[in-house]
């Protein structure tokens, strides 16, 4: 019912920058929350940023003033900022949304993308 594409990973050097992507599509009635995860191999799953609908944004303390977060509701669509990358971001990120549908408007349901690789290494 709820698609979500996530891109823009790529390699980069240590102090570089990366935006990554995040569409949702499908019968979306509004999104409630978009957030990006992330995930190295052996380690676990880690919350890197969230944004609300109203725009309350939480960030992790390994990211904070890093990366930003946004979103662009006309789209479905959010954004991640990554600036000052360090090697320890290299990971999959993954993009979700928390989305009430137009058959199911007052239950949020979780949706994921794909992933998307970052690599920052010299």
């Known amino acids: 019912q709820v698609q979500v594409v996530d891109s823009g990973g790529d390699l980069v050097q240590p102090g570089g920058s990366l935006r990554l992507s995040c569409a949702a599509s499908?019968?979306?009635?509004?999104?409630?929350?978009m957030g990006w995860y992330r995930q190295a191999p052996g380690n676990q799953r880690e919350l890197v940023a969230s944004?609300?609908?109203?725009?309350?944004?939480n960030y992790s303390d390994s990211v904070k003033g890093r990366f930003t977060i946004s979103r662009d509701d006309a789209k479905n669509s959010g954004y991640l900022q990554m600036n000052s990358l360090k090697p320890e971001d290299t990971a999959v990120y993954y993009c979700?949304?928390?989305?009430?549908?137009?058959?199911?408007?007052?239950?949020?349901?979780?949706?994921w993308g794909q992933g998307t690789q970052v690599t920052v290494s010299s």
């Open positions: 979700h949304v928390d989305v009430t549908t137009i058959q199911y408007m007052n239950y949020p349901r979780r949706y």
């Open positions: 499908g019968s979306i009635f509004r999104v409630v929350v």
């Open positions: 944004i609300t609908n109203d725009g309350q944004t």
